[in-house]
């Protein structure tokens, strides 16, 4: 009778085992430490994406605006007044809207910051209402438009003549108002500081002012839009 002998079969100790399962668990921990940063880089990348968005949207909406404002006496008021007003937390002024806007025509805009301040911050405002008087079968009933959170500081600042030397040319300073004048400012600088500590870049918009039409050295007969129609000195 034959004894057939059986060649002893490969195997890992357990020694060999657990050095094996301790290896793996060391790269699997390496890996999940490195997808979880990747992660978050991407997630602070996409914050940062959306904050730059952000700020770039609205300073682009302030600049346009501001850069069409139109020197307006508001004369059908029952008091009439000058249509640009500022100081340092809101702003208003008469620009037209584009061709591509639902609304057309000359619009008076109120920028704001709402009167208190929350747990996260203040709110910037906008009001549009049209410039000219409705008629008696036309209501305007639209609320403000909220396009700026959570504000921690938010400051208007004028560069213009002294309203002391209004038609001086070496007396222009910058200004925290600019109240009860019958000239625009030749510059509007905005600066913006979010409750997250954010500051974004100044911006510095420059009023379309034609000295060649008199806007700023003749005041009785300024150049705008009188009764619907433009009017020149």
């Not at 390496?30 to 990747?38: E, G, V």
């Not at 619009?107 to 301040?117: K, P, V, Y």
């Not at 000295?211 to 619907?228: C, K, M, Y």
Request: aromatic residues 8%; proline residues 6%.
């Amino acid at each position: 009778m034959k004894t057939v002998l059986k060649a002893k079969q490969p195997g890992f100790t357990l020694l060999e085992v657990l050095l094996g399962m301790s290896i793996m668990s060391i790269m699997m921990l390496l890996l999940f430490a490195s997808l979880r940063i990747c992660v978050q880089n991407w997630n602070a990348g996409e914050k940062k994406i959306a904050q730059v968005s952000q700020a770039a949207i609205i300073q682009n909406f302030l600049q346009n605006k501001l850069h069409a404002t139109l020197p307006l006496n508001a004369d059908f008021l029952e008091e009439p007044q000058f249509s640009f007003q500022g100081d340092r937390e809101k702003i208003q002024f008469a620009a037209a809207m584009p061709a591509s806007a639902s609304r057309l025509g000359l619009q008076l805009f109120n920028i704001s910051m709402n009167t208190s301040a929350g747990e996260e911050g203040r709110q910037l405002l906008v009001d549009i209402q049209p410039f000219f008087p409705l008629g008696d079968d036309e209501q305007w009933n639209e609320e403000p438009v909220i396009i700026l959170t959570k504000i921690h500081t938010l400051r208007f600042a004028y560069f213009g003549p002294d309203s002391n030397d209004p038609n001086g040319d070496d007396g222009s300073v910058w200004q925290d108002e600019w109240l009860e004048r019958q000239i625009l400012p030749r510059l509007v600088s905005i600066d913006v500081e979010l409750t997250n500590g954010e500051v974004w870049p100044q911006l510095v918009v420059a009023l379309k002012i034609d000295r060649t039409l008199g806007t700023e050295a003749n005041t009785e007969s300024p150049f705008g839009i009188v009764d619907g129609k433009f009017a020149k000195p």
